[in-house]
C-alpha cells in the first residue's frame, strides 16, 4: 500500500531504537538489518510513536525546517514508504485512531 499525506503511520512494536549523538539506530530482527536515521530521520521517527497523518508530519516539519512543500513530498514520502515496506511502521486503520 502506498504512503499518502491522508494516511495514518505508526511504529511498529518490534523493531529497537537507539539515540545517536547525530540521529539514531533502529535494528529489526524481522527485516534482518539496521537502520541508521539522521537528525529529520529521527525527528519522523519520535512522531511516529503515536498514531500520526502524513499531512501532521509534512506541518511539524515545515515549522521545524525551512523547506517547502514540493521538497517535503519529495524526500520524506519515499522514507516513509520505505519504513512500511520494512515493517518498521504500519499503516493504521482512521476507524482504530483513538
Not at 15 to 32: E, I
Not at 41 to 68: K, N, Y
Request: glycine residues 4%.
Amino acid at each position: 500500500m502506498n504512503v499518502t499525506i491522508d494516511s495514518i503511520l505508526v511504529r511498529d512494536n518490534e523493531p529497537a531504537a537507539a539515540a545517536l549523538d547525530d540521529g539514531a539506530v533502529v535494528l529489526s530482527v524481522r527485516a534482518g538489518a539496521y537502520f541508521a536515521f539522521n537528525n529529520v530521520a529521527t525527528e519522523i521517527w519520535s512522531m511516529l510513536a503515536e498514531p500520526c497523518r502524513v499531512g501532521e508530519i509534512f506541518e511539524q516539519l515545515t515549522e521545524d525546517h525551512d523547506v517547502d512543500d514540493e521538497t517535503l513530498v519529495r524526500d520524506v514520502t519515499p522514507f516513509l514508504q520505505t519504513l512500511v515496506e520494512q515493517r518498521l511502521v504500519r499503516l493504521v486503520d482512521p476507524g482504530n485512531v483513538r
